[in-house]
């Protein structure tokens, strides 16, 4: 099981980008969160296995048709837990 966090920056607030990244993770199989950051960008902490977080990354690189993303920044994530389900906040 591998976790990453994404930062997804621009116009990705107010376009329902935290449901469809909720929706498209559910159908992954990816667990973990996505929540909305003051500076305009969203965050998103994912688990999964290497292969599907590859997928998942490339569907948050364009996100759902109302977003705009500019940028995804990927860093590893250490988790201490596996979440059960995708969450979003």
């Known amino acids: 099981m591998s976790a990453a966090r ?7 607030q107010g376009v329902a980008f935290r449901a469809h990244a909720r929706h498209e993770a559910q159908n992954l199989g990816v667990t973990g ?5 003051p500076d305009g960008r969203v965050e ?12 998942f990354a490339a569907w948050l690189a364009h996100g759902p048709a109302l977003a705009r993303v500019d940028a ?3 860093e590893s994530h250490d988790a201490t837990s596996t979440p059960d389900i995708f ?3």
């Open 87 to 89: 969450t979003i906040g």
């Open 6 to 12: 994404f930062l997804v920056s621009g116009h990705v």
């Open 44 to 55: 998103v902490i994912a688990h999964g296995d290497a292969a599907v977080l590859e997928e």
């Open 72 to 74: 995804v920044h990927r």
């Open 33 to 37: 969160h996505a929540r909305n950051l």
